[in-house]
């Protein structure tokens, strides 16, 4: 008996349609909201301006210890209660914080949604904050950030962030903190971030089946209780880019590989050369078929993987390169992706390489939103950015669309491989001379 599998031929490609949005102001609150018919989940966003930016000096993971905290109970409940009135609407809270934001979600069946949202504000603006609990939370984030600090990576990721962006900013040291600004941060500190920052209303983000859904009492429920304007939001930190090459050693004695972090600044999120930057990093470093992993991984085979790309906030951004290689071929590897950036700085990119980014990343955009946890985090995107409301219709055309000649220009203008900083997180005593020998950039040592 033989079987024969005969693989399907693609259909037709459908129109991309991003929902239609609803606004009510309401509370001291706006409310946003995405239409999704019969879509009988749905998901709800707080959004507050009370990310990592926000947290004191030397207590850098302070945010994310109170979003740990969250769901240890609650002025009205305790742990136990609170727990059992979400899973009473088959509700589930999702806490998380960025460099931006303070964000809370929550999803539930659309007739359960007001009340999933009055317990998400519960927690939000009225949160028990028990000493023992905080503290527990504290030193179970602690022991993470040692684990995940003993292994390749984090290091490197320090160390390049505080190059680029000063060891003594906030911008310059890692999102959660690490081990050392986590053990610091005290109960005291996450009482006054939370009366600090998250009892403003904020902006509250739905998707899903709008039909019966009173955006008005939606809005109610999350901003009661609320007070304070809108924050300013504060300038981009612009772009300086070094005008010569370093490297970075973060040693790692005995180390069998080495880990590197390559990169320097870029714009931040709102630029208007975003679409063309995305689509050049796409090609360089962005996808497997990439410039970067077809060298660096297929040719030479100094890796399993390397990739590139722009990582962008509201107030800055980054590009960077991130790779493991052996040891041995620690500086070729680096050679080569210098070689690859400056490439394309230089000559830009091909149609053909530009039709498989097109493709992929209009792609990527419409499968990524199919959900309304997706939609919501993509209207989350809208807010903090100050984008227009058709901006994901308008991203999908602009990705299809965009000529090679701005892709290439983007190359030239947003690719800097002179002022890179190179990160190496490997073992110093056998790697050092032959970084010096190659002469790509000064070496010095991290101090991490």
């Known amino acids: 008996m ?8 693609a259909g037709e490609a459908r129109p991309y349609t991003f929902p239609d949005l609803q606004r009510v102001t309401v509370a001291g609150g706006t409310v946003i909201a995405a239409h999704l018919p019969g879509q ?20 850098e993971g302070t945010a994310t210890v109170l979003a740990k905290s969250l769901e240890e109970g609650t002025a009205q409940r305790d742990s136990a209660a609170y727990a059992l009135a979400l899973e009473s609407l088959g509700a589930e809270l999702s806490p998380s914080i960025d460099w931006d934001t303070f964000r809370v979600g929550v999803s539930a069946p659309v007739p359960q949604l007001l009340d999933a949202v009055r317990l998400a504000a519960e927690a939000v603006r009225t949160p028990r904050l028990d000493p023992a609990d905080v503290n527990r939370v504290r030193d179970d984030e602690v022991t993470a950030l040692r684990m995940d600090w003993a292994q390749p990576g984090p290091r490197a990721d320090a160390a390049l962030r505080a190059d680029l962006f000063g060891a ?28 600090g920052w998250l009892r403003r209303p904020g902006v509250l983000l739905v998707a899903g089946d709008l039909s019966t859904l009173d955006l008005s009492a939606l809005g109610e429920a999350a901003f009661a209780g609320t007070a304070g304007d809108p924050l300013e939001a504060e ?13 970075l050693l973060v040693d790692r004695p005995g180390s069998v590989q080495s880990t590197l972090r390559i990169g320097h600044r870029s714009p ?3 630029t208007p050369d975003y679409v063309a930057m995305t689509l050049a990093a796409t090609i360089l470093g962005g996808a497997f078929t990439s410039r ?5 991984r297929e040719v030479k085979g100094y890796t399993y993987g390397i990739r590139g790309s722009y990582a962008m906030s509201r107030r800055f951004g980054r590009f960077e390169v991130a790779a493991g290689v052996q040891t041995a071929v620690t500086v070729p590897a680096l050679v080569d992706t210098i070689g690859e950036i400056t490439r394309t700085q230089e000559s830009g990119v091909t149609e053909e390489e530009l039709a498989v980014a097109r493709s992929w990343r209009a792609g990527q955009l419409s499968v990524e939103m199919q959900t309304p946890g997706s939609i ?13 409301d058709d901006y994901y219709p308008t991203l999908r055309r602009q990705y299809l669309e965009t000529p090679l000649a701005e892709v290439s220009a983007a190359a030239t203008t947003h690719l800097h491989p ?21 002469g790509i950039g000064d070496v010095a040592d991290a101090e991490i």
């Open 2 to 9: 033989t079987l024969i599998a005969t693989r399907p031929d």
């Open 40 to 59: 009988v989940l749905a998901s709800a966003m707080l959004l507050l301006d009370a990310g990592a930016a926000r947290e004191t000096s030397g207590r």
């Open 168 to 195: 003594a900013e906030r911008f310059g040291r890692p999102l959660h903190g690490d081990p050392a600004s986590v053990a610091a941060v005290t109960v005291d500190d996450v009482v006054a971030f939370h009366q």
């Open 235 to 247: 300038p981009p930190l612009g772009v300086p880019v070094r005008d010569a090459r370093r490297i």
């Open 268 to 270: 931040e999120r709102a």
């Open 292 to 296: 970067l992993n077809h060298l660096i």
């Open 376 to 388: 919501v985090s993509a209207l989350s995107t809208l807010v903090v950015h100050g984008l227009p």
């Open 418 to 438: 002179h002022g890179l900083t190179l990160v190496v997180e490997g073992d110093a005593a056998v790697i050092r001379d032959e970084l010096v020998a190659a």
